[in-house]
């Protein structure tokens, strides 16, 4: 072994390469004895490992096929394809170079087979998946692998993603999909990887950059593309909120001349859930830019489609949601830096644009916001009760719910317990039952408000928010450990504190079967600790906790509405 650095370096550079190449097909066609041994051996080298007579049986029938493969394999043995055993052969690592020798519609049409060959499997993992699109690729097909690549992501149970991909999940994650790859392709596969990828809490920016880069290349005959864009709305609009209304407007402004890939009108079903779709954008709609977004939104939609879009869960989450969270967001700023004037000013707008497109529901939510900041912001009941006498009497119960439940509480804050219960007694009277957090809220409000006067009803008042809390699946935890914390109080002030305790065990356990450590946890915790620690006391002694808190107060009696109650500084004390 004679090896000058000359030499080494001849040995890496591409003259090297080139040199040995062209000695290897000198010696391919010195040991081979005709034609059809070297043309399959040429396209044997695109087959990816090892292989089995199948496999060469399919590149093999491609194009100006390759008669008696069986036999031409036999005279290739030895030299140039080895067995493996287990009837799989292997090609020599020298002759994977060579597949350039094919003539370019061969070299395509082998890629394609061997495409086709790896999808017919009946199992397919990572690794297949990559292969058959690699070879898809290879063979300019690039709508099979775009289709291959959709049946291995539609595929994953989101619930239990492997461990370990091969690297599927990467693939074209940070790079542009082929350019000759059909758009509604592409489109669905951004909306896939982009469900996996935030599964996995990885990065999502460029795959919502090039998605919407992707809908905004969608021309009027082909809306249907943005379908899937709907599946991850709300993660969209967080990136890119104009992108993701303009894309979710369009498709739902096209409802009526949808169709399906069979060019038949689209299911009802789906229809009424994209119709949804435009009022998911009210969850994350915070800020005066993105509301204008909303309501530009809203009235890009035609007449007759968004008055039936104006029904259900989401148009009644989204109305009431997208006015709450305009002056939520705004109290969750710095003191210092909070302008009411432009959240009533935004409000206004929505109120106007809202009578302008007959969305009343929206009216009213905006109008009854404006009542919470009246009364809790500006400290001015009056005005509060003024927007409230404007608004009733309501369209339909939903409404009347809404601004009944709403200027309840404020007169019930203010001391003004008759007069608050006559407003939450007709609020929960409607027959309507939507919006369950607000019914359940409501509950407690007006057990609050009757703890005053009749313990009885105010006891009755809060099993009906436990029955809410406990039947709307959608309601989170923590509110049904509220709900038996308030049963326990008001049982404790009903019948004594003996029969309270079956309430605060069950909330106890919910409680610790739940346990976040957030904020509202350990608020929820001191509360629950407190009312425990009283009631408990008094159920084996007669009497209230001696001493005092650790804040230094007295040990307070808990009284009906004490887990309505927020103080920002409560969690500090778990």
């Known amino acids: 072994w004679d090896f000058s650095e000359e030499k080494l370096q001849g040995v890496l550079s591409r003259s090297s390469e080139a040199e040995i190449r062209s000695d290897v097909l000198r010696r391919v066609s010195a040991t081979t004895s005709n034609e059809a041994e070297r043309e399959l051996l040429y396209r044997a080298a695109l087959i990816s490992g090892s292989f089995c007579i199948e ?48 003539e370019p519609a061969v070299k395509k049409g082998v890629h394609g087979a061997l495409g086709l060959s790896y999808m017919r499997r009946k199992s397919l993992g990572p690794i297949e998946v990559i292969s058959a699109i690699a070879h898809f690729i290879g063979a300019e097909e690039f709508d099979r692998a775009g289709v291959a690549y959709l049946h291995a992501l539609s595929s994953v149970d989101r619930q239990r993603l492997t461990a370990f991909d091969a690297g599927l999940f990467l693939l074209w994650s940070d790079s ?21 990828q935030h599964v996995l809490k990885k990065s999502t920016d460029f795959l919502i950059d090039d998605l919407m880069v992707l809908a905004s290349a969608v021309d009027d005959s082909e809306v249907s593309f943005l379908t899937p864009v709907a599946m991850h709305l709300p993660v969209i609009l967080g990136r890119d909120f104009d992108g993701g209304s303009r894309a979710i407007t369009r498709l739902v402004a096209s409802l009526d001349s949808l169709s399906n890939p069979l060019g038949k009108p689209l299911d009802k079903g789906l229809t009424d859930s994209l119709r949804s779709f435009l009022w998911h954008q009210t969850a994350v709609a915070r800020t005066p830019a993105t509301v204008r977004a909303c309501l530009r939104s809203f009235g890009a939609i035609p007449t007759r489609i968004l008055q039936s879009s104006a029904s259900g869960e989401a148009y009644e989450m989204g109305a009431v949601g997208l006015c709450d969270g305009i002056w939520i967001s705004q109290f969750e700023r710095p003191s210092e830096v909070r302008d009411w004037n432009e959240v009533w000013a935004l409000l206004d707008e929505i109120a106007e644009t809202a009578e302008v497109l007959q969305l009343s529901l929206l009216n009213t939510a905006a109008r009854r916001t404006q009542i919470i900041i009246a009364a809790e912001v500006q400290k001015n009941l009056d005005a509060a009760l003024q927007i409230a006498r404007t608004v009733l009497p309501a369209h339909n119960e939903i409404e009347t719910f809404l601004v009944r439940e709403c200027i309840g509480r404020q007169l019930l804050y203010a001391g003004r317990y008759a007069e608050g219960l006559e407003h939450l007694k007709a609020a929960t009277e409607t027959s309507f039952r939507g919006l369950s957090s607000y019914r359940f809220y409501a509950q407690l409000a007006l057990a609050e408000a009757y703890s005053h006067s009749d313990r009885e009803l105010a006891l009755e008042a809060t099993h009906g928010a436990l029955s809410i809390a406990r039947e709307v699946a959608q309601l989170p935890r923590l509110e049904l450990v509220k709900a038996l914390g308030e049963v326990a109080v008001a049982v404790y002030r009903h019948s004594g504190a003996r029969d309270a305790f079956p309430y605060i065990n069950e909330a106890a356990r919910l409680l610790f079967q739940n346990r976040r450590e957030s904020p509202q946890w350990r608020d929820v915790h001191v509360l629950l600790a407190h009312a425990s620690a009283y009631l408990q006391s008094i159920a084996s002694t007669g009497r209230p906790p001696s001493g005092r808190t650790v804040t230094g107060d007295d040990f307070a009696e808990p009284k009906t509405g004490i887990f309505l109650k927020h103080h920002d500084e409560r969690s500090n004390l778990y």
């Open 176 to 196: 542009s999909l082929p350019e000759k790859m059909s758009l509604g392709i592409r489109i669905y596969i951004r909306t896939l990887q982009l469900g996996i």
């Open 55 to 102: 496999d060469l049986r399919v590149v093999a029938q491609v194009e100006r096929p390759v008669v008696h493969a069986d036999a031409v394999l036999a005279n290739l043995e030895g030299l140039w394809v080895q067995p493996q055993g287990g009837g799989r052969f292997a090609i020599c690592p020298l002759a994977r170079q060579l597949s350039d020798q094919l």
